[in-house]
């Protein structure tokens, strides 16, 4: 199976998790393509002055990969800057969000999965 980006749907949503801003979201598969193993594979462009706001994950798991840009990924209450190449962790029971703080889109690939 092949997905072609003009199949991929598209999402924006104005202060995410009570973050700042508009975050793009490109879903690269559906749930159903997740076979209930796994709640988002994503590609997410996160704009100059915008966030994804703090949350905690519960039954699941969140890996983020930095694609470009950069950021301060907020961990557990610890700020850590992030940049192109590295990867972001957050287990179940923990919280996380992150925020553009550079003057280009900050991109990266986002995947949920489930316990």
Request: with cysteine; glycine share 8%.
């Amino acid at each position: 199976m092949v997905i072609r980006p003009n199949d991929m749907r598209v999402e924006k949503r104005v202060n995410m998790r009570d973050g700042k801003g508009e975050v793009k979201i490109t879903h690269l598969l559906e749930k159903d393509l997740l076979k209930g193993r796994a709640r988002l594979f994503a590609r997410i462009k996160i704009p100059p002055n915008s966030s994804i706001g703090l949350h905690k994950h519960e039954g699941e798991f969140e890996i983020f990969y930095i694609l470009s840009g950069k950021g301060m990924f907020h961990d557990n209450g610890k700020d850590v800057p992030v940049q192109a190449g590295d990867v972001c962790f957050t287990d179940s029971g923990e919280s996380h969000s992150i925020e553009n703080t550079s003057s280009e889109d900050l991109e990266l690939l986002a995947a949920i999965i489930l316990l």
